[in-house]
Structures are given as structure tokens and as C-alpha cells.
């Protein structure tokens, strides 16, 4: 049976920090802190931190399930492309995505953590996002006609807002193992990622 060792949450939890990196990173660009004289080029940054928070979210999947991931890709820390990763991860275990929980304290030790259910970034838009700042963030090929539109569907704000909610606070269903994954992106004790095992129990 495929086990999470506690290096593999450290990774999971390394990945996360630089995700918080990342939002900050918008939250300056966004708010002009950031901001180059070409517009142009601070959209492309904003995209870039974008899809690096999305490229570190899918290997923080990849860190969560590395023994099982690895048994499909024996290189597996040659992996780079989040796409594939999301692909290859969704063909060994198909609840393997991130899902939002707001946590209720219900004894002594123990909690409930309901699934929020709207507001944050879906597999589904994942790829989509990853694949519209890829578009951003690629050279215009001048033999194309027309004149160079992105259409993002949300503004860069509201795609970070979307993210941060997916991760904020979270639990993580690992490849046959019992166990999950709760995951707080900001402990109010010491700022940083914070990870803990749990044992889901009916009713």
C-alpha cells in the first residue's frame, strides 16, 4: 500500500509557501506596488505568477502521491508540466484535487470539515487558467491574422481570489490510503503552511 512520508509533506507544504509567494506577488502587481511603464509587460507577470501558482499546486499533488505517481513515471522528478501531471493524477485516482473545507470544532480533539462548495478554483478552470496564461505568457506568432486578444474571463484578481479560496484551507484524499490530508495554506500561529494527517469517520 502507497504511503504519504512525512518528507512528502514537507514538499507538500514547501510547494504551498511559494504558492503564498505567488498571490503576494499579484496582490503587488495588481495594486501598482509592482508596475513597469508597459502595461503589456505587468499583465504578463501577473499571468506568470499565476500560472507558477498553479504549476506548484499540481506538484504539491504530485509530492502528496509521489510513491504511486512514480510507479507511472519513474523520472517523476524530471515532471514539469502541470497539465500532464493533473492528467496522469486523475488516471490513478480521480479524487486526488484539493477540496475546500471550512473546519467546526465538534469535541475534544475532534472537527468536522464541511466542503465549500462555490467561490474557488475548479479542476475544470485549472486548466482552463493554465491555459490562458500560457497564451499570455507565449510570443505572438506574426503570421497569425487578426490582432493579439486574450479574453482571461475573469480579471487576474478574481482568478488569484479563486485559488487562494481553493487552498486557504483544504483536505486532500491520498492514492489507497485511508488517511487525509488537512491542510491550512496560513496557521494563525506562525503564519506557515501547516499540514496534518487525519482519519475521516462516518456520521
Known sequence: MAT????????????????????????LATTGRIRTSDEGA?????????????ELTAFATLAANRER?????????????AKRILDRLTQLHPDFYPVPVSPTRVG???????????????????V????????????????????????????????????ERLLEFHRVRLVDQEDVLLVRLADPSDGKT???TGTPQAG
Open 128 to 163: 482552463e487558467l493554465y491555459d490562458k496564461c500560457s497564451d499570455v505568457l507565449h510570443e505572438w506568432n506574426p503570421f497569425r491574422s487578426g490582432r493579439r486578444q486574450i479574453d482571461l474571463r475573469m480579471s487576474i484578481d478574481e482568478w488569484s481570489a479563486r485559488i
Open 4 to 27: 504519504t512520508t512525512e518528507a512528502d509533506k514537507v514538499a507538500y507544504c514547501d510547494c504551498m509557501e511559494q504558492v503564498k509567494r505567488r498571490l503576494r506577488l499579484i496582490r
Open 108 to 126: 475534544p480533539g475532534r472537527w468536522h470539515f464541511s466542503a465549500i462548495t462555490d467561490g474557488y478554483l475548479t479542476k475544470d478552470e485549472f
Open 69 to 81: 505517481y512514480s510507479e507511472i513515471r519513474v523520472d517523476v522528478e524530471n515532471e514539469w508540466r
Open 42 to 54: 505587468d499583465a504578463e507577470f501577473a499571468c506568470l505568477q499565476l500560472r507558477r501558482a498553479l
Open 194 to 196: 501547516h499540514v496534518l
